[in-house]
Nanobody, 120 residues
Framework: QVQLVESGGGLVQAGGSLRLSCAASGSTLGITVMGWYRQAPGKQRELVAIFTNSGSTNYADSVKGRFTISRDNTKTANLQMNSLKPEDTAVYYC???????????????WGQGTQVTVSS
């Protein structure tokens, strides 16, 4: 079992910045991808950014140029959010994918979510 703990959410004015952090613990061996998703009220959960162990990244079009995902190591992920807009308001969830051994398949884990609110 992998546990993901997010931190850094809060209230910020439009144009401001926040930095979210996610720390994985437990059976972290084999984690290959960590990323961030978000879900606004009445909306589907959507991908924000992902970062693989090989160093590749992917961002939602809506956050490109404003958000940056980074990995401190194989079990941490950060999301630097700059130039925040009210439409960025959502619950942000950390996600991790893990393949602990050959033939195990990919296992997926989620954090509890952290609220980000951007005021006008």
């Amino acid at each position: 079992q992998v546990q993901l703990v997010e931190s850094g959410g809060g209230l910020v004015q439009a144009g401001g910045s926040l930095r979210l952090s996610c720390a994985a613990s437990g059976s972290t061996l084999g984690i290959t991808v960590m990323g961030w998703y978000r879900q606004a009220p009445g909306k589907q959960r959507e991908l924000v950014a992902i970062f693989t162990n090989s160093g590749s990244t992917n961002y939602a079009d809506s956050v490109k140029g404003r958000f940056t995902i980074s990995r401190d190591n194989t079990k941490t992920a950060n999301l630097q959010m700059n130039s925040l807009k009210p439409e960025d308001t959502a619950v942000y969830y950390c996600n991790a994918k893990r393949a602990p051994w050959v033939g195990s398949g990919v296992r997926e884990y989620w954090g509890q979510g952290t609220q980000v609110t951007v005021s006008s």
